[in-house]
């Protein structure tokens, strides 16, 4: 269940992403080091969920990476150790029960459909993690974007940190933490910023509640 054809998520991610491709990736060398790898043991089995160009699972250290996607462009910018599973995320997922420790997602969930396929998903992303397993979760906030939200093309469905805790608790999950405001907005048509000021505000937590834009949810399962 997808709202938007694999030719074109590969027109609209080319012309709203590639232009500044090296500079997310280094964004995302810093998140990753700095914090997301603090989540991550690196004996672990992680799935990258809506992998993009793999800024973050090209990154992260641990035994066994996967991704999914359906932009038929995502597996050129994987690294060759990565397992890449090209499937509508609400369909039954190419991985085994309690096989993966961490599934993570930034900025995917907007993109689907509705809710139903957003529910589809959560219970997959449950039966697929082992005891133990988290889920980590970023995206925009609507309780703080109500008109930046809607515009991109692809942002159909409207979430907040509240909405989908609620969502991740019906599916099983238990909310480990919830950062209602965390990274500022999106990197798309802004001005490309020292990666030192980005280090920096990953540890001054209270410039997180005046520039915080995305929420970030850590999900477990038990």
């Not at 991610?13 to 790898?37: D, S």
């Not at 066994?64 to 690294?79: C, E, G, H, Q, T």
């Not at 039954?92 to 993570?104: A, E, T, Y």
């Not at 689907?112 to 219970?123: N, Q, W």
Request: hydrophobic share 40%.
């Amino acid at each position: 269940m997808t709202a938007n054809q694999p030719d074109e998520l590969r027109r609209i991610y080319g012309a709203r992403f590639e232009k500044n491709l090296n500079y997310r990736r280094r964004v995302w060398e810093v998140l990753v080091r700095e914090f997301f790898q603090g989540y991550v043991p690196s004996t672990a089995a992680v799935l990258d969920l809506g992998c993009g160009y793999g800024e973050f699972i090209n990154t992260i250290q641990c035994t066994r990476k996967l991704a999914m996607d359906l932009n038929p462009d995502a597996p050129r910018f994987l690294s060759p150790e990565i397992q890449f599973l090209a499937q509508d995320c609400s369909m039954p997922w190419q991985c085994g029960d309690q096989s993966l420790d961490v599934v993570f997602t930034s900025n995917f969930f907007e993109h689907l459909p509705g809710k139903h396929a957003l529910k589809l998903t959560l219970e997959e992303a449950f039966r697929c993690l082992k005891s133990g397993g988290k889920l980590l979760a970023m995206g925009p906030n609507i309780r703080y974007l109500p008109g930046e939200y809607w515009d991109f093309w692809d942002h159909h469905l409207a979430l907040s940190d509240r909405s989908l805790a609620e969502g991740l608790e019906n599916c099983g999950f238990s909310i480990l933490e919830n950062h209602d405001r965390f990274l500022p907005y999106t990197m798309v048509n802004r001005r490309e910023q020292p990666l030192s000021l980005l280090s920096l505000y990953l540890k001054l937590r209270p410039a997180w509640k005046i520039f915080g834009r995305q929420f970030l949810i850590v999900a477990g399962k038990a």
